[in-house]
């Protein structure tokens, strides 16, 4: 009976804390959303969107991380509870949608993405808006000499998903939507989209393999 009592007391004491952490998280967002729309009345959404989450990017600790959860709430497409972003993180597209207790690790970069819920990214992971974003070069521009440059072609963006319970591991550079409940090996590249399940790894990435975890198996406790 004494364990269930300093467990649920644990438990309220958790709940407090984030609580609290939530709400001043919330307060120490305000500037940066008041900064937000203002730069959106200059630049375009996008553009302010990348300025301040690089700004937002170099807080510390857990304030940093509440602060980040504050914030992308209310300029995303959606963010769900128990989210942690870790610190140097950026996102470069405002459409980006977190799904619950999602961990995002540090140094990480995230584009255009739907991350469903128990997603664990690990640090130094990027998540590209689909594998090709500098589109094509048109010859027909140029005489067929192929002289123009990469940059004057047509950016060409795709939504990639992360399903529920996936597993990014360090250094990965994902391209293609993975399945729930899947592992990405560290410093493995996604050219092709990974299936429910399974393991992929190497450069490009391959199928190392099935888990044998389901896509609801893990769990994060995030802060």
Known sequence: MTDKREDKMNMDSRGVSKTVG?????????PSLVMYWLWSLVLDKQRAFALSSEHLA????????YTRQAFYRYTTGGV????????????SKPALRIGQRVYIGR?????????????????????????HQHGTRELEN??????????????????????????????????????????????????NPVAAGVRVGGVPAKTLGSDRYTSGATQTRAA
């Open 22 to 30: 939530r709400t001043a998280g919330l307060l120490l967002a305000l």
């Open 58 to 65: 170099k807080r510390a600790g857990m304030l940093g991380v």
């Open 80 to 91: 769900g509870r128990d989210v942690c972003i870790g610190f140097m993180t950026v996102f």
């Open 107 to 131: 140094f990480c970069s995230v584009g255009w993405a739907v991350l469903q819920d128990d997603v664990m990214l690990a640090d130094g992971v990027q998540v590209l808006s689909g594998r």
């Open 142 to 191: 140029t005489g067929g000499r192929g002289s123009q440059l990469i940059r004057d072609n047509k950016q060409q963006y795709r939504c990639v998903t992360i399903g529920r319970g996936a597993w990014i591991g360090a250094g990965a550079v994902v391209m293609a939507d993975v399945g729930a409940g899947a592992v990405v090996a560290a410093g493995a590249v996604v050219v």
